[in-house]
């Protein structure tokens, strides 16, 4: 079938998305998700133009820009860094959320970088890292740099502990890059409430050395699940079984195995067509997470482990993992040409399970991030062709609009809600721009 703006996620495939993912964004982590089925939605209506030509939303919505890079000044001086990409929002009490917002800048940019403060910086070539900004709404508090010296900070996800994982989506090394004093394709802790006993930049090297895309963690066992956007050869699925599962801010560096996905008979993903299908699934020991001599997707007899073409966002809910591959292509060397694939993946049965494919075509395409209110509505970013939304599916299927980016074809990224739902901060990376929407999220 192909797949419209109107028809992304309806059909019998996909009905069951829409409904796994309802519920409490805390309950992501905490396991205490709402069980009450949320009320029918059928969106919020068309989107009204903005006169400032930045975000079309529907009536009765509004948005702040409240941090722009290269024009807003960080706490403490230098200017906001750009390529604003992951981001999660933790509760900070008295009404505040605290943003830690990744930023995917590579050496040598002309893009503002992460200011290099003492105690901060891995690597002192690289312009990427984080920034931690403290809201009230859609009023800024205060914004400092929480990591530099990386190397392009694409995704992430946070962990159980209130943490956040901050994703390289690189592997080079001074022997690839001569400007580099460090190797890079890690997973840094980033902590925005201060508890790790030595916050300076430690590379969770376990994890693996590769293009990191997002993160996930099984808040029951303490797995680490790991998605890798690469090419040639693709990426790989990964999950970690920490030494220390569950132990809270720098457990992590306490080290464990990492892992490949191994689907039996089935080398690409992509391949798979037909929605319901459910593949079984094993795991590969990987021999040298650190890519010492070769790549880490490339360290497997191809026969042994099974491809992800552009492994996007991963989001646990619900005791399974959403897994995004955003698009495929014949002409690249996947299996098939799609515009995007999640899968739902369930450590219980050892089962994936492809819950949405969107052909070539339709209106809508590469699916990246995800994220759940906690009144349980859902959200996906786009970072496809032409214009891109902010798309609000009801549990039925049908996709909603929620936002345009007027302003240019730039992805949307970072997409994240406030714990009490009444927020939505989003990034728009090429824009350098950090948003906060809110309306009458219950209307629908």
Same mark, same amino acid.
């Given at each position: 079938?192909? &797949?419209?703006?109107?028809?992304?996620?309806?059909?019998?495939?996909?009905?069951?998305?829409?409904?796994?993912?309802?519920?409490? &964004?805390?309950?992501?982590?905490?396991?205490?998700?709402?069980?009450?089925? #949320?009320? $029918?939605?059928?969106?919020?209506?068309?989107?009204?133009?903005?006169?400032?030509?930045?975000?079309?939303? #529907?009536?009765?919505? +509004?948005?702040?820009?409240? =941090?722009?890079?290269?024009?807003?000044?960080?706490?403490?001086?230098?200017?906001?860094?750009?390529?604003?990409?992951?981001?999660?929002?933790?509760?900070?009490?008295?009404?505040?959320?605290?943003?830690?917002?990744?930023?995917?800048? *590579?050496?040598?940019?002309?893009?503002?970088?992460?200011?290099?403060?003492?105690?901060?910086?891995?690597?002192?070539?690289?312009?990427?890292?984080?920034?931690?900004?403290?809201?009230?709404?859609?009023?800024?508090?205060?914004?400092?740099?929480?990591?530099?010296?990386?190397?392009?900070?694409?995704?992430?996800?946070?962990?159980?502990?209130?943490?956040? !994982? =901050?994703?390289?989506?690189?592997?080079?090394?001074?022997?690839?890059?001569? &400007?580099?004093?460090?190797?890079?394709?890690?997973?840094?802790?980033?902590?925005?409430?201060?508890?790790?006993?030595?916050?300076?930049?430690?590379?969770?090297?376990?994890?693996?050395?590769? #293009?990191?895309?997002?993160?996930?963690?099984?808040?029951? =066992?303490?797995? %680490?699940?790991?998605?890798?956007?690469?090419?040639?050869?693709?990426?790989?699925?990964? +999950?970690?079984?920490?030494?220390?599962?569950?132990?809270?801010?720098?457990?992590?560096?306490?080290?464990?195995? @990492?892992?490949? !996905? /191994?689907?039996?008979?089935?080398?690409?993903?992509?391949? %798979?067509?037909?929605?319901?299908?459910?593949?079984?699934?094993?795991?590969?020991? %990987?021999?040298?997470?650190?890519?010492?001599?070769?790549?880490? +997707?490339?360290?497997?007899? $191809?026969?042994?482990?099974?491809?992800?073409?552009?492994?996007?966002?991963?989001?646990? *809910?619900?005791?399974?993992?959403?897994?995004?591959? /955003?698009?495929?292509?014949? =002409?690249?060397?996947?299996?098939?040409?799609?515009?995007?694939?999640?899968?739902?993946?369930?450590?219980?049965? *050892?089962? @994936?399970?492809?819950? @949405?494919?969107?052909?070539?075509?339709?209106?809508?395409?590469? #699916?990246?991030?995800?994220? %759940?209110?906690?009144?349980?509505?859902?959200?996906?970013?786009?970072?496809?062709?032409?214009?891109?939304?902010?798309?609000?599916?009801?549990?039925?299927?049908?996709?909603?609009?929620?936002?345009?980016?007027?302003?240019?074809?730039?992805?949307?990224?970072?997409?994240?809600?406030?714990?009490?739902?009444?927020? @939505?901060?989003?990034?728009?990376?090429?824009?350098?721009?950090?948003?906060?929407?809110?309306?009458?999220?219950?209307?629908?």
């Amino acid at each position: 079938m192909v &797949v419209n703006r109107r028809q992304l996620m309806a059909g019998a495939g996909t009905a069951g998305l829409g409904f796994a993912l309802a519920g409490a &964004v805390d309950a992501v982590f905490a396991g205490t998700a709402n069980a009450a089925t #949320p009320k $029918a939605f059928r969106g919020y209506g068309e989107l009204v133009a903005d006169p400032k030509k930045v975000i079309d939303l #529907p009536a009765g919505f +509004r948005y702040t820009v409240f =941090s722009r890079a290269g024009k807003d000044t960080l706490d403490g001086g230098g200017a906001v860094p750009g390529s604003h990409d992951g981001m999660y929002a933790f509760p900070g009490g008295f009404g505040r959320s605290v943003l830690v917002r990744n930023h995917e800048l *590579s050496p040598g940019t002309d893009i503002p970088a992460v200011p290099h403060r003492d105690g901060l910086v891995y690597d002192p070539a690289c312009a990427g890292g984080t920034t931690t900004l403290t809201v009230a709404g859609d009023r800024l508090l205060g914004h400092v740099p929480s990591l530099a010296g990386t190397y392009r900070n694409c995704a992430g996800g946070g962990t159980p502990w209130r943490t956040w !994982l =901050s994703c390289e989506e690189t592997e080079a090394t001074p022997a690839t890059d001569a &400007v580099l004093t460090k190797k890079h394709g890690y997973v840094f802790e980033v902590d925005p409430f201060g508890r790790l006993r030595d916050a300076a930049p430690v590379p969770l090297t376990a994890l693996g050395r590769f #293009p990191h895309e997002a993160v996930a963690i099984d808040p029951h =066992s303490g797995i %680490v699940y790991l998605t890798e956007d690469a090419a040639k050869p693709y990426g790989l699925l990964y +999950r970690f079984l920490p030494r220390r599962p569950l132990g809270g801010p720098g457990s992590l560096r306490a080290g464990g195995k @990492l892992q490949a !996905l /191994s689907v039996p008979d089935v080398r690409d993903l992509s391949a %798979v067509r037909e929605l319901h299908t459910k593949l079984a699934v094993t795991w590969v020991d %990987v021999p040298d997470p650190d890519a010492t001599t070769v790549s880490v +997707r490339s360290q497997f007899d $191809a026969a042994k482990i099974t491809r992800v073409p552009k492994a996007e966002g991963i989001f646990w *809910s619900e005791g399974t993992a959403y897994i995004v591959s /955003s698009y495929a292509k014949k =002409s690249d060397g996947a299996a098939t040409d799609h515009s995007g694939q999640v899968w739902r993946f369930d450590p219980k049965r *050892s089962t @994936l399970e492809l819950v @949405l494919r969107l052909e070539p075509g339709g209106r809508f395409d590469g #699916p990246d991030n995800i994220t %759940v209110s906690p009144l349980g509505g859902i959200v996906l970013c786009e970072d496809g062709d032409g214009e891109n939304y902010l798309v609000a599916p009801s549990a039925d299927g049908t996709p909603y609009p929620l936002a345009r980016n007027a302003g240019s074809d730039s992805e949307w990224a970072g997409a994240t809600f406030s714990q009490d739902g009444r927020w @939505l901060y989003a990034n728009v990376q090429g824009d350098g721009l950090t948003v906060a929407i809110t309306g009458p999220w219950w209307r629908g």
